[in-house]
């Protein structure tokens, strides 16, 4: 786009004649982040939009008890430790961090006065630096006050290894956070770096108080009280919290914001399976709200048909995929299994890889179970649009997988199942408890038997296989299985955190407690010096074929096998107001402003 027309599209917000969305949505055709597209626009003098709240309270509660549904139970309180969805959520009832992701993918203000920019002179063009203005009237649940000593401490705890914090990727490329004043910090890049919300943003990047979590840094960072009963600044104040069950609070009369929250109390229920909490909110209304919705198409629609709620269907990045082991999930290596000093006895084969990518119906996953909530897709970054790979297609065909593994020299047994130099195709395929995701089983299984793979199925209950326990080895970090199937969120509107999870640093260990994001422990030196090239390429264009290329390294060398890539879905009673899901932030990422007719 030249700049001319540049211009006149800016132009066209300024007068009210192009939406601010519709703008931020074509430069991300072009190429540009919507945080950068805002940036552009803030730069031209055009204010960020903030989300509008339909319901504007002339005081705080007097809404009674907002029940939620998270069926995968969370099991801990501390967002650095979550390595699953639900933790991370469950955390942030209490917790919060400098900024939030809206629905567009714009920043709203959190614990921050304001958002940096470079209009305002606190982002930096070399992109070397961001500052950060922090609210002065915010006090942490026990009255202490919070301040940049907070924020400073959060980036020290995270980057310790001996933390073992799962949110270590945020925040490893800080060279410095300098304390200008009590409510000010200067967070210094080591490289430029174009996605510089990533540290203190959204899910991730909610910050504990530094005069509970500073005895607990390092090696006793598990040990500490407050990760399983929290004080934050958030809207609720924490009462009760039973792991794999039920989280308690009750609104916080000291919160931030003027008027808020509207609820006196709030339970964030967990367990059961994702049909009923579907039932219980849409169809009996017996709840108000109930997370991802990972349910059968039909099953949804049916629930709507005069019902009391809604499924909440939004774009996110989100994929359902399955993994490989690159390890040996049987054989244990100094007191561990699935070491890095191990190879995987057959899955190191390509013809064997290539063979299971083409036994993923895909088509048929989407056509009878998904629907709108899942598309079938050849991709691991799926959005924003700029940075989908052209370049790969998935194909469904059992011929072609016998003849790949006839080529190879994996002969059929007298059972029908092949072998090769003593080894035999038996593996073991694990996921979560879900029926969408155990009928998904069954269709790979029956595939895999048509092409002489024996498929022993493994199902997991949700909050076991989700746990962030390092002495739980049943969870996807352990991935103590051959190949594993789930979804992995995508919590920000750039893919830069969201493809560390395939970096060899990040590699999920004994010796990290088993918090590093990458459980199929596939290590590629081309795509750690992609991945390092992205974080610091500034200009937009050659940033995202970096990350194409990414997603092509890790299709092409079949780590994952995606399947379906899932918007957000969420049930949503029809007495709530301003539950505005965000494809990019937790859930609950507006909770202070929901409200119940």
């Known amino acids: 786009m030249e700049e001319r027309e540049l211009r006149a599209l800016i132009g066209e917000v300024k007068a009210g004649t192009l939406s601010r969305r519709r703008f931020v949505q074509t ?29 504007n309270p002339t005081k ?16 801990l309180l501390n967002p650095h430790f979550g390595s699953g969805t639900k933790d991370q959520d469950a955390s ?35 992109g070397l630096s961001v500052t950060w203005r922090l609210k ?12 940049a000593d907070d924020v400073v401490f959060n980036w ?84 009760d919290f039973k792991p794999g069950d039920i989280v308690r609070a009750e609104l916080n009369p000291n919160y931030h914001v003027a008027n808020r929250p509207f609820f006196d109390t709030l339970e964030m229920k967990g367990g059961g399976d994702a049909i009923s909490a579907a039932r219980a909110v849409i169809q009996t209304g017996e709840f108000d709200y109930a997370w991802n919705m990972q349910v059968e198409d039909d099953i949804l629609k049916r629930l709507e048909q005069g019902g009391k709620g809604r499924a909440d269907i939004v774009a996110g990045g989100n994929i359902e995929h399955i993994q490989l082991n690159n390890t040996d999930p049987w054989k244990e290596v100094d007191g561990e299994r699935a070491s890095i000093k191990t190879t995987h006895p057959f899955l190191t084969d390509p013809a064997v890889r290539q063979a299971l990518n083409l036994l993923v119906d895909r088509g048929s996953v989407q056509e009878q179970i998904y629907g709108r909530t899942g598309i079938a897709t050849a991709n691991f970054i799926n959005a924003p649009s700029r940075f989908v790979s ?13 003849q790949i593994l006839d080529a190879a020299g994996w002969k059929r047994g007298a059972d029908g199942i092949r072998t090769k130099d003593g080894k035999k195709l038996k593996l073991v395929y694990q996921t979560s408890i879900n029926a969408p995701r155990q009928k998904n089983q069954q269709i790979v299984k029956q595939a895999c038997a048509k092409a002489g793979i024996d498929v022993e199925i493994k199902a997991v209950t949700a909050s076991v296989y989700f746990s962030s326990d390092p002495a739980n080895p049943d969870t996807y970090l352990h991935f103590y299985t051959d190949i594993q199937m789930y979804t992995t969120t995508m919590t920000q509107p750039d893919p830069q955190r969201f493809m560390d999870q395939f970096t060899s640093w990040e590699v999920a260990s004994k010796e990290n407690k088993w918090a590093g994001r990458n459980p199929t422990r596939w290590r590629n030196e081309e795509y750690d010096k992609t991945w390092k090239a992205a974080e610091a390429e500034m200009d937009p264009v050659k940033r995202a074929a ?32 301003d539950v505005a899901q965000s494809g990019w932030d937790s859930d609950l990422w507006a909770l202070a402003y929901w409200s119940k007719a």
């Open 27 to 55: 430069m991300v055709a072009l190429g540009l982040t919507a945080p950068l597209a805002a940036q552009m626009l803030a730069s031209a003098g055009v204010a960020q939009a903030q989300p509008r709240w339909t319901f």
């Open 60 to 75: 705080r509660g007097g809404g009674g008890l907002l029940k939620t549904l998270w069926w995968q139970a969370p099991t």
């Open 92 to 126: 942030r009832i209490f917790y919060e961090p400098l900024a939030s992701y809206d629905p567009d993918g714009n920043l709203f203000p959190v614990l921050a006065a304001e958002v940096p920019s470079l209009q305002n002179g606190q982002v930096a063009r070399d």
């Open 136 to 147: 002065k009237n915010v006090a942490w649940h026990d009255g202490k006050p919070f301040t």
């Open 156 to 239: 020290e705890y995270a980057v310790d290894p001996g933390t073992a914090a799962v949110s270590i990727g945020q925040y490893r490329d800080i060279a410095k956070i300098d304390k200008l004043d009590t409510h000010t910090v200067k967070i210094a890049f080591k490289t430029p770096t174009p996605f510089w919300s990533a540290p203190f943003c959204g899910p991730t990047g909610q910050i504990i108080p530094k005069h509970l979590f500073e005895a607990y840094k390092g090696g006793k960072s598990r040990e500490a009280p407050t990760n399983l009963k929290p004080v934050g600044t958030g809207a609720y104040r924490f009462v």
């Open 390 to 402: 052209k370049n790969t297609k998935w194909e469904f065909n059992v011929d072609k997988a016998n």
């Open 546 to 577: 970096l990350f194409i290329k990414m997603n092509d390294l890790v299709i092409q060398n079949i780590v994952v096998i995606p399947v379906v890539f899932r918007p957000r879905v969420a049930a949503i009673g029809n007495r709530m107001r």
